[in-house]
């Protein structure tokens, strides 16, 4: 019995499981957000975390010297009012500086081109250190502009320019809170406004970002502190007006720069209340709807997308530990209505000179918030002073005059007798003096050619039959005229008289030097038949003698 088979293969059952898997998991998905919490060590991100995640702050994050790791990370999920759904996984990464060491590790952890459309930017400032407020705004919006634009390529282009359609969304369809209900029949109006003056000129990537400045409960106590200690310090004299300007001035600052990035400015104390409504904010930003295609003519325009953290909190610039500012709310408008005298344009101008490193002394932003907020950090001790060495040419030189003034600077006057020194002669060409002869060298020298070798005068050499027992007898070592070693020229009976002056002694030494150069290439006498010539009888001896005389 045959089995009939169909003619249609069918598919594999594995595929049609997977695909089963995938649309339930994909229906069933949740969401992932992460926040960039960027801020210098000590100034309370731990708080904003823990507040953030719902996590209880751990024992050893509550010591305020607890040093950050490179890259901090913690996550946790949101979950509905009733407890019962989770809406969406949030992570949190903490960068403890602006520093390039840190910050190029974070594109490795989250790369734009994946993560761009689900971080939010949360900057932390100090109150306990106001003085910093620009400098350090400025240091991570700059490198938040940096890391958003990527590698460049034509994907992280479209989804920036994704992402500034649907921030420049918000902020032109932004609406106060209200708690009177909208008509159900109530429709956005085709016709939108344009932005205001100074709002969104930067943060081309459309990133969420809001500033939060921590421990503002301390700006109130900062007007009793001595110099140099925490918060506003002795910035101001008391409360009073002075103590309102100035912190006017510095909220009025930072609303400005805010409003160029489309960013919100929230102030936040250990109060739970404040770290809640910058809870609900953030997520109300994460989960921003996109902005609506356009629609085509003809056709009734797209509703609006319906974001999931609705934010009822109404906006606050009164309540100086509690300040709320979100973004779209904000114009030029509103800042300077805060105080008078306070000039936003100029402001902003200034900001853009700085970044476009243009500014000259007094003109940029820094310098502006320097004379409104004096330094009162911890300086460093000063360095010493410049030690600026002595060239080495002067030095030589002025060590060179001295010692030119010291009579024993030349070192071969070690080796001279002090008391030949006056009557040793000076003269190049001549008998030398006995300060000349004191080395050791050179008066052994001299003994050895006394004893060791026989010389005589020229003439009695050249013609040896003029050779007399009395020219053998006498000591023919150094020529007549020389002085003996250990003698100076004044001890041979001629006072007054200096080798130099007298012809005989250039003769006489150059007879000597003669009669050394005649014996070197003389042939020795045997020493039997010099013994015989000494030995001959007395007769013949007296006999030449009185021949020759």
Known sequence: MEISRSSTPEAPPQDLW??????????????????????????????LVSALLQKPLQDEHKDVNMSDFAIGYDF?????????????????????????????????FLPPKQSLPHTLVMIVLDWTRPWSFIEELQAWLQWVEMWAKGDGSHEMEMTREEGRERLQYYLQHYTEPSTDPLPANSTLSGTVLPLG?????????????????????????????????????????GKGGEWEERTDGVMQALRTICLKY????????????????????????????PAPSP???????????????????KPNTLDRDRIVVPAGWDSWGKISVMREGFDARS????????????????DGAKSLYAALVLDQGIKP???????????E?????????????????????AFRNPTDITGASAGVVGPLGSSSFNLPAVERALTEMETGIIGAPVSAQSDPSKRTSRNLVAPLGRPAGLAPVGTSAAATGSPGASPTDSPVSHDVLQSFFQSLLVSKGRTTTPPNNRNAATEKPNGSGNGTQEGDA
């Open 18 to 47: 997977s695909s089963i898997l995938d649309s339930v998991s994909k229906s069933r998905s949740i969401p992932s957000k992460q926040i960039l919490l960027l801020g210098q060590p000590s100034t309370g991100k731990s708080t």
């Open 76 to 108: 946790a999920d949101v979950r509905d009012d009733a407890d019962e759904d989770t809406l969406a996984r949030l992570s949190v990464y903490t960068i403890p500086s602006a520093s390039p060491t840190y910050t190029s590790l974070l594109p490795y």
């Open 197 to 237: 003056q100074g709002t969104f000129t930067h943060n081309s990537a459309g990133i969420p970002i809001i500033v939060a400045c921590t421990k503002a409960d301390l700006i109130d106590e900062g007007s009793d502190m001595a110099a140099g200690a925490s918060g506003m310090g002795s910035m101001v004299k």
């Open 262 to 289: 489309g960013a919100s400015l929230f102030y936040t104390t250990t109060v739970p209340s404040t770290l809640q409504v910058l809870r609900k904010y953030a997520l109300h930003a994460l989960f921003m709807p």
């Open 295 to 313: 629609a085509a003519s003809g056709t009734d325009p797209q509703a609006p997308i319906r974001n999931i953290f609705p934010f009822s909190h």
């Open 347 to 362: 402001w902003g101008e200034a900001w853009e000179r700085d970044l476009a490193d243009e500014h000259s002394e007094g």
């Open 381 to 391: 001790p000063p360095l010493p002073p410049f030690n600026n060495p002595t060239p």
């Open 393 to 413: 040419q002067a030095f030589l030189a002025k060590n060179y005059d001295e010692n030119a003034k010291k009579p024993d600077r030349d070192p071969r006057e």
